[in-house]
Antibody, heavy 117, light 112 residues
Framework: QVQLKESGPGLVQPSQTLSLTCTVS????????VHWVRQPPGKGLEWMGR???????SYNSALKSRLSISRDTSKNQVFLKMNSLQTDDTGTYYC???????????WGQGVMVTVSS | DVVLTQTPPTLSATIGQSVSISCRSS???????????LHWLLQRPGQSPQLLIY???RLESGVPNRFSGSGSGTDFTLKISGVEAEDLGVYYC?????????FGAGTKLELK
């Protein structure tokens, strides 16, 4: 069955770089897009960026200067790296599958990231 | 960026009541390919969001048919015909017609 699972550090110091991994199973990264979406505590959802099935990427312009998404298809993994973290980057980070039509049809459990010294 | 305005922010309902949530877009969500990429998600407390409806009105597999979506252009509605306890949580509309994807602020459905 389709599964996505985020992993990464729960605590990051201000100004440091966040590195997260989304490990997928049940589908191929060369056939489906994968998105990253984040959610500050008690707030709504924010789209961060996307790894397309063909390897192309697109980013939220508000984060583009700090954000990088990459992948390793042999390991079924999509990576998120975001630098210069600040306290308002605290939140839950999700990866989600994004077919063109049924976008966001499967979600990972999310990983909570706290930015604090 | 496209702004999606959801109303109401909070909805109180009794079990069995029918309710509607509105999602209005700052731009038409009709894509040049003829699709309208407006979807609805539900996030239950402590859980990840789940897809309920895609392309305005198409029910995702496994979603009860008490959920329905309608609308076109800039005005969209999610209707729940007979709220059940498991429907409580926050509902989000999301658009993928115009980059970047954007979400509505959410509508919290709670028990009256």
């Amino acid at each position: 069955q389709v599964q996505l699972k985020e992993s990464g550090p729960g605590l990051v110091q201000p100004s440091q770089t966040l590195s997260l991994t989304c490990t997928v199973s049940g589908f191929s990264l060369t056939s489906y897009n994968v998105h990253w979406v984040r959610q500050p505590p008690g707030k709504g959802l924010e789209w961060m960026g996307r790894m397309r099935y063909n390897g192309d990427t697109s980013y939220n312009s508000a984060l583009k200067s700090r954000l990088s998404i990459s992948r390793d298809t042999s390991k079924n993994q999509v990576f998120l790296k975001m630098n210069s973290l600040q306290t308002d980057d605290t939140g839950t980070y999700y990866c989600t599958r994004g077919p063109p039509i049924t976008t966001f049809d499967y979600w990972g459990q999310g990983v909570m990231v706290t930015v604090s010294s | 960026d496209v702004v999606l305005t959801q109303t109401p922010p909070t909805l109180s309902a009794t079990i069995g009541q029918s309710v509607s949530i509105s999602c209005r877009s700052s731009q038409s969500l009709l894509h040049s390919n003829g699709n309208t990429y407006l979807h609805w998600l539900l996030q239950r407390p402590g859980q990840s969001p789940q897809l309920l409806i895609y392309l305005v009105s198409r029910l995702e597999s496994g979603v009860p048919n008490r959920f329905s979506g309608s609308g076109s252009g800039t005005d969209f509605t999610l209707k729940i015909s007979g709220v059940e306890a498991e429907d409580l949580g926050v509902y989000y509309c999301v658009q993928g017609t115009h980059a970047p994807y954007t979400f509505g602020a959410g509508t919290k459905l709670e028990l009256k």
